[in-house]
């Protein structure tokens, strides 16, 4: 405890101890001891390497064109494309030489067959096996999901 010296109201044989308590070591302490904390709290070097993408002048691949082949219940084959939905019925015969055109082409299309619910298995696998041997390289059925809007086409390549 702190008394109070040469006070004006206190008399020399008065000594009173004083009622407020000398903060000033106190302070003193505590900031010793926070200098001393931050000095022994090890710092943290944890470094997480992210690969952020390269800037690239380049133009992003071109979509592949896509022929679609529905083939119908009534035996039907049907040449277009889902993206302007404009399709034509085509024969056999009409089937193979598109089919020979676009296999001679550099960059060939990827060809989706699509079979309706009724279409009879032979007429699908007849029109696959043609564009095989005509050595079309993306041929394609679209999965179930693709048909909901989830899923994607696979392509044997």
Same mark, same amino acid.
């Given at each position: 405890?702190?008394?109070?010296?040469?006070? /004006?109201?206190?008399?020399?044989?008065?000594?009173?101890?004083?009622?407020?308590?000398?903060? /000033?070591?106190?302070?003193?302490?505590?900031?010793?001891?926070?200098?001393?904390?931050?000095?022994?709290?090890?710092?943290?070097?944890?470094?997480?390497?992210?690969?952020?993408?390269?800037?690239?002048?380049?133009?992003?691949?071109?979509?592949?064109?896509?022929?679609?082949?529905?083939?119908?219940?009534?035996?039907?084959?049907?040449?277009?494309?889902?993206?302007?939905?404009?399709?034509?019925?085509? /024969?056999?015969?009409?089937?193979?030489?598109?089919?020979?055109?676009?296999?001679?082409?550099?960059?060939?299309?990827?060809?989706?067959?699509?079979?309706?619910?009724?279409?009879?298995?032979?007429?699908?696998?007849?029109?696959?096996?043609?564009?095989?041997?005509?050595?079309?390289?993306?041929?394609?059925?679209?999965?179930?999901?693709?048909?909901?809007?989830?899923? /994607?086409?696979?392509?044997?390549?």
């Amino acid at each position: 405890m702190a008394i109070n010296i040469g006070s /004006t109201t206190s008399t020399a044989g008065d000594l009173e101890p004083m009622m407020e308590m000398n903060t /000033t070591p106190l302070i003193d302490v505590m900031l010793v001891l926070l200098v001393m904390l931050i000095i022994t709290i090890p710092l943290n070097m944890h470094a997480v390497n992210v690969e952020l993408p390269k800037q690239s002048s380049e133009l992003p691949p071109e979509l592949p064109k896509v022929i679609d082949i529905k083939i119908n219940a009534k035996h039907q084959i049907l040449w277009g494309s889902e993206i302007d939905a404009k399709y034509e019925v085509v /024969t056999k015969l009409e089937l193979e030489s598109r089919f020979e055109k676009e296999a001679l082409k550099a960059k060939q299309a990827e060809i989706h067959f699509r079979p309706e619910p009724g279409a009879k298995y032979e007429d699908v696998i007849s029109a696959m096996a043609a564009a095989q041997r005509l050595n079309l390289k993306q041929i394609g059925i679209p999965t179930i999901d693709t048909f909901a809007g989830v899923g /994607t086409v696979s392509t044997a390549k």
